[in-house]
Every structure is written in C-alpha cells, then in structure tokens.
C-alpha cells in the first residue's frame, strides 16, 4: 500500500498524528453493556486522500469504515469481518474490511456518486434505495465463516448496522456515526460509538442508553474539538459506572503489495495475457480496489509473467 501523506513526511509527523485514532472498549451498569468509542479522524481523511473522494462519497464510506472499525473491537487473533452493501441507487454498494488490529480497508462501486441536484442535508437514504446488507465474520476458531444478511431498512449506516444485530444476532445494539467537514469541505473531526445490551440488561436500562445515544453531540464536532473519548463516556454515561477495559490504535491500511497484485496477474487466462504482452498498453497500470493504490508494470514484466508461466511459446 501506498498511503498518501497528507500528515507529514517523517515518521515523528505521522506518529504524532496517528496518536489520536483510537479505540476504546469499555464496559456499563456492572457489564450489562459493552461499549466501543472512537477516534477515527485520521482515518478517515488518509481514506479521503488515498480514494480520491468528494464530501459525499466520503460520508458514505466514512460511515461505514467507523461502522466496520467499531464492530473490530471483540476480534482476536486472524480474525477479520467484511462489511458489504449491495443497492439499487446511485451509490450502488460498498465493501469493507477491519481486522482484529483494527487495520480497516475498502471501497465505494461507484465514484462519483451522480448527484441530480445539491444536497440539502446529510440523509443518505436516496442515495441508497433498496438493496441489503451483509457481514461476514471469519473467525479463528470457527470451521467456516459466518454471514448474516439484511435488507436495507433506513439507507442510513448506523441505523442498518443495529438492525442487522437485532435481526441477524438478536442482540439490541445502537451505532453512532459521525464526519464533521468544516466550510472548505474538509474533514475536521470524525468517530462512531456502539453499545450493545448484555443477556442480563434490562429493558429500561436499554431504553435509556438508546436516548442517550440520540441525545450525544455530533461526535464528528466533540473531535473536533479535540475533546478526549474517556472523558466524555464517564460524563455522557456517569449514572452507568463506566468501566474501561482497553484501547488500541486503528487505522486505514492494506497489506497490498507489488509482488501480490503480480501473482493475480499470473492467473490471467492465457489469451488475455497474451494479448495484454501483445498490445499493452505500457505501463500497465493496476489499482487495488481496497485502497487506490497503483502499481505499475512494464512490457519487460509482462513478458517476465508470461514466460514463467508459458516457457515454450
């Protein structure tokens, strides 16, 4: 992966901006919530960069790398989860990937995203129209992945996320979801917080926590302002006893590289790579969809790729 550096050029530059991205997990009401917040501004400007994004393409797919990024929090180990939206409006669908060291990835199908007219708010659901949405948890310890699947409700990330735990894993679950953009358009603060209900918790315990996750200020403007996630849990959640179990950092990232992208190019069928060393063109240029990056082959490489795989023609 090639991340553009939009925080610096040394390694002390992108360390000291990279510091605020992070995940808490903590706990409510003697553990009959578990809880995620989280910093993801960082984030979600390099994701911004790196795919070449305008505002509302980086709201939709913002949303759902804090969305994915959050879900990370309880991974262990090789553990990863795949976050998909297939839909019949402009945006068409996204997909994206968090891992258990909250490295997230992926990208929109369609950019840009074809605007009839300027948008008067941030409501995403026309963009979206009907469509489903699916996650895929490959888990160490478990024979084979699981996927559950929902058909969009609200065309609002957040929104659609908790209803697939209460209808594909029965467990009540809130999301809050949210990008600030300052007046140039550019993003100034962004980050999520989830809370999911324990078998144990009440129903009025679950009620309240829901209106007070309605109630929260833009978490996008509390970054903002530099405002530290600890701190504003104990003080949104004080009558809950918050119990902080963890943190960690997350980030945008892929493990794509040059060597891998070429083996992809080895498994081309054998007309289509002759035509390709035939005709070009050169340089031939291939992004990885997960992160934009490009990577570049000359005829010399192809020619290479070819004759490994074909030594007598």
């Known amino acids: 992966m090639k991340k553009k550096k939009i925080y610096g050029d040394t390694l002390k530059e992108q360390l000291l901006a990279s510091a605020k991205d992070r995940?808490?997990?903590?706990?409510?009401?003697?553990?009959?919530?578990?809880?995620?917040?989280?910093?993801?501004?960082?984030?979600?400007?390099?994701?911004?960069?790196?795919?070449?994004?305008?505002?509302?393409?980086?709201?939709?797919?913002?949303r759902a790398y804090l969305g994915a990024?959050?879900?990370?929090?309880?991974?262990?180990?090789?553990?990863?989860?795949?976050?998909?939206?297939?839909?019949?409006?402009?945006?068409?669908?996204?997909?994206v990937e968090a891992n258990a060291f909250a490295e997230v990835r992926?990208?929109?199908?369609?950019?840009?995203?074809?605007?009839?007219?300027?948008?008067?708010?941030f409501d995403l659901s026309?963009?979206?129209?009907?469509?489903?949405l699916e996650v895929t948890k490959h888990l160490e310890d478990?024979?084979?992945?699981?996927?559950?699947?929902?058909?969009?409700?609200?065309?609002?990330?957040?929104?659609?996320?908790?209803?697939?735990?209460?209808t594909s894993e029965q467990i009540p679950t809130a999301f809050n979801l949210s990008i600030k953009f300052d007046q140039q358009g550019s993003v100034t603060g962004a980050g999520g917080l989830f809370l999911q209900a324990m078998p144990e918790a009440q129903d009025e315990l679950t009620m309240d926590l829901e209106n007070r996750v309605k109630n929260l200020p833009s978490l996008g403007e509390v970054f903002?302002?530099?405002?530290?996630p600890e701190s504003l849990v104990r003080d949104v959640f004080q009558h809950h006893s918050p119990r902080f179990l963890a943190n960690r950092r997350?980030?945008?990232?892929?493990?794509?590289?040059?060597?891998?992208?070429?083996?992809?190019?080895?498994?081309?069928?054998?007309?289509?790579?002759?035509?390709?060393?035939k005709k070009g063109p050169f340089p031939l240029e291939m992004l990885c969809h997960h992160c934009n990056t490009a990577y570049y082959f000359t005829k010399a490489d192809i020619k290479e790729i070819y004759g490994q795989r074909f030594p007598n023609n």
């Open 106 to 121: 992926g990208f929109l199908k369609h950019v840009p995203i074809p605007i009839a007219k300027p948008m008067e708010n």
């Open 142 to 166: 478990a024979k084979q992945p699981f996927t559950g699947k929902v058909a969009l409700k609200y065309g609002n990330i957040a929104l659609d996320l908790a209803n697939y735990y209460l």
């Open 23 to 62: 995940l808490y997990n903590f706990l409510l009401a003697e553990g009959a919530i578990r809880g995620v917040i989280m910093n993801g501004t960082r984030m979600i400007n390099e994701m911004r960069a790196n795919h070449e994004l305008g505002i509302l393409e980086t709201l939709v797919l913002g």
């Open 224 to 228: 903002t302002e530099d405002r530290d």
């Open 250 to 277: 997350i980030e945008f990232m892929c493990h794509c590289n040059k060597e891998r992208v070429r083996s992809y190019l080895t498994l081309l069928p054998i007309d289509e790579l002759k035509d390709i060393r």
């Open 69 to 95: 990024g959050l879900m990370s929090a309880d991974l262990k180990g090789v553990d990863r989860l795949n976050l998909k939206i297939e839909c019949s409006g402009p945006i068409k669908g996204l997909t």
């Open 126 to 132: 026309p963009f979206f129209g009907a469509g489903f």
